[in-house]
């Protein structure tokens, strides 16, 4: 199921580290010599070197395109594209959080988004990064998925746009609790490569939706940890509003709403620029409604035909290129 490779990406990297130790095992051997221990010191950089080339191999999952990290192990990722994914070594704290938080979603009433799990991350983006153009990701749910294809067509004389997590119809980036245990992993290539991202647009928020008071702090919590690592990266950010989960509106809950003021407040605070996808939508179909020609089913859920898809991809286009071009949104 998995085996242990090494990528041209990170060859640098790998030399770098290697010489690094070469440094450090010549000193060790130089030392051994003045007490005449030849021997010792020859086993001493075999086992040194054996070390380091096992320690940064990564794991290619079957002979598919889907690696992990070291210390990671290859596993069934149910929406991803090679049916892989990555159990990370820092998840194990978030896999029984993600459990009780999936408790939350269990509502006979309503047909809810289908929530990918900390169990499995999905891989990133599945393209090697260009050289020749910024490299541009949309991390966010199935919604961005939707889009993402149109808006990437459009934009390919600009940027090279990629979606993280590399999954082609449902699903994506999943909850908040997600996007924190699985971060490092939408961050590199399905290749584990690593991207230095030019502009990254996200979204949290239709797989959070519980509005109860401890739900919100979480919420709030959880993609303050999201942002600040993604400001870390040193790209250029952009957040997108949630679109309407028409199911919980019409029966008069606000929790789409409520996620919305408190991304809009944390973006705010960190002078990131927001993109209203809530309001596209809503200015098309109107603030509560059943029934819109935007809509992929009716009555109407959460996902979208491709008059709806390409009405929320051009205002991403619109969006992207102003600050691909450096103007303000």
């Excluded at 990564?58 to 210390?71: K, V």
């Excluded at 994506?172 to 290539?189: E, M, P, Q, R």
């Excluded at 739900?215 to 942002?227: D, F, G, H």
């Excluded at 309001?279 to 109407?300: A, N």
Aim: glycine share 6%; net charge negative; proline share 5%.
């Amino acid at each position: 199921m998995q085996s242990f490779m090494f990528t041209y990406t990170n060859y640098i990297s790998y030399i770098y580290s290697l010489v690094t130790i070469i440094i450090i095992s010549i000193k060790h051997i130089l030392i051994m010599k003045q007490h005449h221990t030849h021997t010792h010191c020859y086993a001493f950089l075999i086992v040194f070197l054996g070390n380091f080339f096992i320690t940064n191999a990564i794991i290619q999952c079957d002979n598919s395109t889907t690696h992990c990290p070291t210390g990671g192990q290859c596993c069934q990722a149910e929406y991803s594209p090679t049916t892989f994914g990555c159990k990370l070594p820092n998840q194990l704290p978030f896999i029984q959080e993600h459990k009780i938080r999936s408790n939350m979603y269990e509502r006979s009433h309503v047909a809810e988004p289908p929530h990918p799990t900390v169990a499995c991350c999905m891989p990133g983006p599945d393209l090697e990064p260009s050289n020749t153009l910024p490299n541009t990701m949309i991390l966010g749910d199935s919604v961005s998925i939707g889009y993402t294809g149109y808006v990437a067509k459009n934009l390919n004389n600009l940027t090279q746009l990629q979606h993280s997590p590399w999954d082609e119809h449902d699903g994506g980036a999943g909850a908040t609790s997600v996007g924190v245990a699985c971060l490092d992993n939408f961050l590199k290539t399905q290749r584990q490569t690593t991207v230095k991202w030019d502009l990254i647009m996200f979204n949290f928020g239709l797989h959070d939706l519980d509005n109860k008071t401890s739900s919100e702090v979480l919420y709030k919590a959880q993609l303050l940890n999201i942002t600040n690592r993604l400001m870390a990266t040193g790209a250029k950010l952009m957040f997108a509003l949630t679109t309407p989960f028409m199911p919980l509106t019409t029966i008069g809950d606000t929790v789409v709403a409520d996620l919305n003021r408190i991304a809009t407040e944390i973006m705010t605070n960190k002078n990131i620029p927001i993109l209203d996808l809530h309001k596209v939508i809503t200015d098309h179909c109107g603030e509560l409604y059943t029934y819109c020609d935007w809509c992929r089913k009716e009555p109407c859920s959460y996902h979208y035909n491709q008059f709806g898809y390409v009405a929320l991809g051009n205002a991403v286009i619109e969006a992207l290129k102003k600050m691909l071009e450096g103007r303000n949104l």
